[in-house]
């Protein structure tokens, strides 16, 4: 009898894995894209942007990564084998330089160059509520209390583009089990910072209620693949990609995936977030991604690799059904 292979959901063919000496030379790889440091990708972006194309700059001197670890100690972390497949990571140019973050701009190639004054250092976290042992830490102290590694995700945004990143940081099945829920918690609800003075996008959308909002299902949060995040490519998090923490629920669209966290609270009722808040019809709470499930003014059957243009077929729950499939069964 043959032997039958049953690969995960998110395994990607052998054939689009790139080889090891282009993926660790960034500018080789970009010049055999044909495009070079300041290069531009063709490509319709299926959302509220859909007339930007990719553009991918150079980051600016004054520096865009995470102050409040920027001496990368500790960096990179061992990777977790259950999440190291052998898919083509995407490169790390793109994944730094296309990022959604309002409170900076709402082009995503220009976030990067208005991150400059953003501080992040020292940053401090404040978790409790609904828990018997509530904290205030900072993010360095945070992380010297938890097992940090890395991990590869899927990352889907609900544009229609996407994104393989290797991130780093631990569960949040982790950090829960040192504040010890109390039995009436039922959601967790996150919020970033608010600061006008130090990031633009605040007064371009002064109608957004802000500061930004997001939440989670208790059993959502203790899902080994929830991830409390402080780096990425073996390298702390740079400022645009949500410095010096944030989420990464890898099943869901990455609006979940809030960023510069200030705030964790386990809270009774859903918490009100703020894509919700803004438009419920097209970014409701619980946003997992569903191929099947189009987004009122596309199509979420498809999805774009950002840094290479394909287009490739979406998968329910981004490939992670195994893991979170049973979180939504109707039994």
Same mark, same amino acid.
């Given at each position: 009898?043959?032997?039958?292979?049953?690969?995960?959901?998110?395994?990607?063919?052998? =054939?689009?894995?790139?080889?090891?000496?282009?993926?660790?030379?960034?500018?080789?790889?970009?010049?055999?894209?044909?495009?070079?440091?300041?290069?531009?990708?063709?490509?319709?972006?299926?959302?509220?942007?859909?007339?930007?194309?990719?553009?991918?700059?150079?980051?600016?001197?004054?520096?865009?990564?995470?102050?409040?670890?920027?001496?990368?100690?500790?960096?990179?972390?061992?990777?977790?084998?259950?999440?190291?497949?052998?898919?083509?990571?995407?490169?790390?140019?793109?994944?730094?330089?296309?990022?959604?973050?309002?409170?900076?701009?709402?082009?995503?190639?220009?976030?990067?160059?208005?991150?400059?004054?953003?501080?992040?250092?020292?940053?401090?976290?404040?978790?409790?509520?609904?828990?018997?042992?509530?904290?205030?830490?900072?993010?360095?102290?945070?992380?010297?209390?938890?097992?940090?590694?890395?991990?590869?995700?899927?990352?889907?945004?609900?544009?229609?583009?996407?994104?393989?990143?290797?991130?780093?940081?631990?569960?949040?099945? =982790?950090?829960?089990?040192?504040?010890?829920?109390?039995?009436?918690?039922?959601?967790?609800?996150?919020?970033?910072?608010?600061?006008?003075?130090?990031?633009?996008?605040?007064?371009?959308?002064?109608?957004?209620?802000?500061?930004?909002?997001?939440?989670?299902?208790?059993?959502?949060?203790?899902?080994?693949?929830?991830?409390?995040?402080?780096?990425?490519?073996?390298?702390?998090?740079?400022?645009?990609?949500?410095?010096?923490?944030?989420?990464?629920?890898?099943?869901?669209?990455?609006?979940?995936?809030? =960023?510069?966290?200030?705030?964790?609270?386990?809270?009774?009722?859903?918490?009100?977030?703020?894509?919700?808040?803004?438009?419920?019809?097209?970014?409701?709470?619980?946003?997992?991604?569903?191929?099947?499930?189009?987004?009122?003014?596309?199509?979420?059957?498809?999805?774009?690799?950002?840094?290479?243009?394909?287009?490739?077929?979406?998968?329910?729950?981004?490939?992670?059904?195994?893991?979170?499939?049973?979180?939504?069964?109707?039994?």
């Amino acid at each position: 009898m043959p032997n039958v292979i049953i690969r995960p959901g998110w395994f990607i063919p052998e =054939k689009l894995v790139t080889p090891e000496n282009v993926y660790r030379n960034r500018r080789r790889f970009l010049r055999e894209m044909g495009l070079g440091t300041f290069g531009l990708v063709a490509g319709v972006v299926a959302g509220c942007s859909k007339h930007e194309t990719l553009a991918v700059e150079a980051a600016p001197s004054s520096g865009s990564t995470n102050a409040a670890a920027s001496s990368g100690k500790g960096y990179p972390y061992p990777r977790n084998p259950e999440f190291n497949p052998k898919v083509r990571i995407s490169d790390e140019e793109y994944a730094t330089g296309y990022n959604n973050f309002y409170e900076f701009s709402t082009t995503k190639t220009r976030v990067r160059q208005l991150v400059g004054k953003f501080v992040t250092s020292p940053w401090e976290i404040e978790i409790g509520g609904l828990v018997e042992k509530p904290m205030k830490v900072s993010v360095e102290q945070l992380v010297a209390m938890m097992p940090i590694e890395e991990r590869v995700y899927r990352f889907r945004c609900v544009e229609a583009w996407s994104m393989v990143v290797p991130w780093t940081g631990f569960p949040m099945s =982790k950090l829960l089990e040192k504040i010890v829920p109390k039995p009436e918690a039922k959601f967790v609800k996150f919020t970033t910072f608010m600061r006008p003075d130090q990031a633009p996008g605040f007064a371009v959308l002064p109608e957004y209620p802000w500061p930004y909002t997001e939440g989670l299902r208790m059993d959502e949060a203790m899902n080994p693949l929830t991830l409390v995040t402080t780096g990425l490519y073996g390298k702390p998090l740079p400022k645009q990609n949500g410095a010096p923490i944030r989420m990464v629920v890898p099943w869901k669209y990455g609006y979940k995936s809030i =960023k510069s966290i200030v705030k964790m609270e386990l809270v009774t009722q859903q918490p009100k977030t703020l894509w919700e808040s803004l438009a419920p019809d097209e970014y409701p709470f619980e946003s997992n991604v569903n191929p099947n499930v189009p987004h009122p003014r596309w199509s979420q059957a498809t999805e774009r690799v950002v840094d290479t243009g394909n287009r490739v077929n979406t998968q329910l729950y981004n490939g992670y059904g195994a893991y979170v499939a049973k979180l939504y069964s109707k039994a």
